[in-house]
């Protein structure tokens, strides 16, 4: 294909980007960088990070129903939110060359009990679900914070994930008040 055939055709696809592509120039390989102490801390932050976010992302999922409503709209976007802090964590635990946790199946069936439990309970129940899983993650990311010396790009991106749940906490709180 042309260069001018392939400018045409990039400029006609109208995308919206959840996540820009990432090229091997994002990524930085640190585990060399620390003493084995501060790594056993990094790790187990990073798997639990990673652990809870599939969790949460797992919950909404199972939340969503086919209905048109501004509740499924908010719920498809902390979705897709969660599942970009789940892709932060995993990124960042392949850069310090470590896997995810093989006990992290059991979260997802827990975020399929929670999720699928609240949805069959109602509205207000997905919203008081959202609200306290997001309360109890925001509260996991300033333990984390304050317990783990991480890396100057992790600690940002962790601060920004933290900041998004506290949004999370934020929008279940206005759409259960206008709910009452």
């Avoid at 995993?90 to 069936?109: A, M, N, T, V």
Wanted: aromatic share 10%; proline share 1%; net charge positive.
């Amino acid at each position: 294909m042309g260069k001018n055939k392939k400018q045409n055709l990039k400029n006609e696809i109208n995308t919206e980007i959840i996540r820009p592509e990432l090229s091997k120039d994002n990524i930085k390989i640190r585990q060399q960088a620390f003493n084995s102490q501060r790594l056993r801390k990094i790790k187990k932050g990073l798997r639990t990070f990673h652990t809870l976010e599939m969790m949460a992302q797992t919950i909404y999922a199972y939340q969503i129903t086919k209905k048109e409503t501004k509740l499924n709209r908010q719920l498809i976007a902390a979705m897709a939110n969660e599942m970009t802090h789940y892709q932060d964590f995993q990124i960042k635990l392949f850069e310090y060359g470590w896997r995810p946790s093989k006990l992290r199946w059991q979260y997802w069936c827990v975020g399929i009990v929670f999720g699928l439990g609240s949805r069959l309970l109602g509205k207000k129940k997905i919203l008081k679900t959202g609200i306290w899983v997001e309360t109890k993650a925001v509260h996991h990311y300033t333990e984390l914070l304050k317990t783990i010396e991480w890396d100057d790009d992790t600690r940002k991106m962790i601060i920004k994930n933290q900041s998004d749940e506290v949004g999370h906490i934020n929008s279940w709180k206005k759409l259960l008040e206008e709910m009452n």
